[in-house]
Structure formats: C-alpha cells, structure tokens
C-alpha cells in the first residue's frame, strides 16, 4: 500500500482485498566505501533516510 497510500487516503483508490499484504522486503544502497565517499552519494543517501524515515520501510541508520 506504500505506492497508492496518498490515493487511497485522497479516495481516488478503494482497497478491495484489506487483509492481504505483500511479502515484506528490503531496500538497500550499495556503494564500494565510505571513504574518499563522493558528497552526491552522501546526500542521496541522506535523502533516501529522509525520505523513508516516517513509513513503514523505516531505515536503519547507515
């Protein structure tokens, strides 16, 4: 439901299966160090934190 939360909140969208669920899965940012770590991947992942920080993908700290 993350991708359609905004719809369905706005009733642009209706839920017709409430106790189905997707499986649960991961999101992950590879990168080959942190050191000598351009300031674009940093921000990018800064930014992916943020972005997901308040949903139920809630990440962990890098």
């Known amino acids: ?13 209706e ?5 189905w669920q997707p499986k649960a899965m991961d999101i992950y940012a590879l990168y080959p160090s942190r050191r000598n770590q351009p300031p674009a991947v940093r921000a990018l ?4 934190i943020a972005h997901f920080a308040d949903s139920e993908w809630a990440p962990v700290a890098i």
């Open 45 to 48: 992942l800064d930014a992916l």
């Open 1 to 13: 439901m993350y991708l359609a939360h905004s719809a369905i909140a706005r009733g642009q969208l």
């Open 15 to 19: 839920v017709v299966l409430p106790d």
